[in-house]
T-cell receptor, first 112, second 117 residues
């Protein structure tokens, strides 16, 4: 069935380090792909999305490219800040109905 | 931007009682709302899909008689945890979906922390 797999955390980085959080998916069709962020004590916020192959989603310095050939949607940021510390969820929307399938989440901790 | 609220944000109840959680879309009409459950340090698990004016669709393994969902209007869905037990303690999150440009935009509520003692 459709699924999303993220790299296990926690990921601990120093401020200004480069970030990559891997995400791969399995799907029978061509889903939209998303990254959501959950800050401590808060709900989920959409970080970025891509709706078709080779699309690049970007927001707040974060980027992810929809790679159909590798079924991946890895999240990257060139220089992380302490304020980026949060849990990041990769998700897919396989049927374009809004029903999301989430990965297990990756906790990012950025130290000054 | 679109805002989804949940009420209450936190609730503590005794085992055997029922708890109702509200999910509201504040500035848009939601054709569909979803209810998720999130265990500590784990991902979100979809519990059910709530469509206005019709019965909710539950995911496999979710007891529909225990988690009652009512979507009475295009801006309100409620989740009632009936006869709650400590194992029902969790973080419950709703989301509201609205069509936009041929696709769907989904907005999440801030979540409700349920603790059953």
């Amino acid at each position: 069935g459709d699924s999303v797999t993220q790299m296990e955390g926690p990921v601990t980085l120093s401020e200004e380090a480069f970030l990559t959080i891997n995400c791969t998916y399995t799907a029978t069709g061509y889903p939209s792909l998303f990254w959501y962020v959950q800050y401590p004590g808060e709900g989920l916020q959409l970080l970025l999305k891509a709706t078709k192959a080779d699309d690049k989603g970007s927001n707040k310095g974060f980027e992810a490219t929809y790679r159909k050939e590798t079924t991946s949607f890895h999240l990257e940021k060139g220089s992380v800040q302490v304020s980026d510390s949060a849990v990041y969820f990769c998700a897919q929307n396989p049927s374009n109905t809004g029903k999301l399938i989430f990965g297990q989440g990756t906790t990012l901790q950025v130290k000054p | 931007g679109a805002v989804v609220s949940q009420h209450p944000s936190r609730v503590i109840c005794k085992s055997g009682t029922s708890v109702k959680i509200e999910c509201r879309s504040l500035d848009f009409q939601a054709t569909t709302m979803f209810w998720y459950r999130q265990f500590p340090k784990q991902s979100l698990m979809l519990m059910a899909t709530s469509n206005e004016g019709s019965k909710a669709t539950y995911e496999q393994g979710v007891e529909k008689d225990k988690f009652l969902i009512n979507h009475a209007s295009l801006t309100l869905s409620t989740l009632t945890v009936t006869s709650a037990h400590p194992e029902d303690s969790s973080f419950y999150i709703c989301s509201a979906v609205t069509p936009k440009g041929g696709a769907y935009e989904q907005y999440f509520g801030p979540g409700t922390r349920l603790t059953v003692t």
